[in-house]
């Protein structure tokens, strides 16, 4: 099982940004992918998740309405667009595998596979 995180860099507040996550060792239908992020002195926080089925997501209350995850089936991929970016969304961002249900997905600890990070910098 692997998940590579890609996309990430310097944007200035207010632009957006694409992260990508694809998968090997499984396909989107196994298990549900999320991201979750941790910015410098701070706790991990899951930032939005999509079931497997495709048909349930979940977002933090701080990026509903900015940030899109969707799944490209074909090319085992998890993407997440993040628009009108702030300053606060400055961490690292890794991609995850969730195996739990829709109500684990705000919890990072419940996410059993986990990629390499990707770092998003918002700042003017």
């Known amino acids: 099982v692997q998940l590579q995180a890609s996309g990430g860099g310097l944007v200035q507040p207010g632009n957006s940004l694409r992260l990508s996550c694809e998968v090997s060792?499984?396909?989107?239908?196994?298990?549900?992918i999320g991201w979750v992020r941790q910015a410098p002195g701070k706790e991990r926080e899951a930032v939005s998740c999509i079931r497997s089925t495709g048909r349930s997501t979940y977002y933090i209350d701080s990026v509903k309405g900015r940030f899109t995850i969707s799944r490209d089936i074909a090319k085992n991929t998890v993407h997440l667009q993040m628009n009108s970016l702030k300053p606060d969304d400055t961490a690292v961002y890794y991609c995850?595998?969730?195996?739990?249900?829709?109500?684990?997905?705000?919890?990072?600890?419940?996410?059993?596979?986990w990629g390499q990070g990707t770092l998003v910098t918002v700042s003017s």
């Open positions: 060792g499984f396909t989107l239908d196994d298990y549900a």
């Open positions: 995850a595998a969730n195996t739990g249900p829709l109500s684990t997905y705000a919890n990072p600890a419940l996410y059993r596979y």
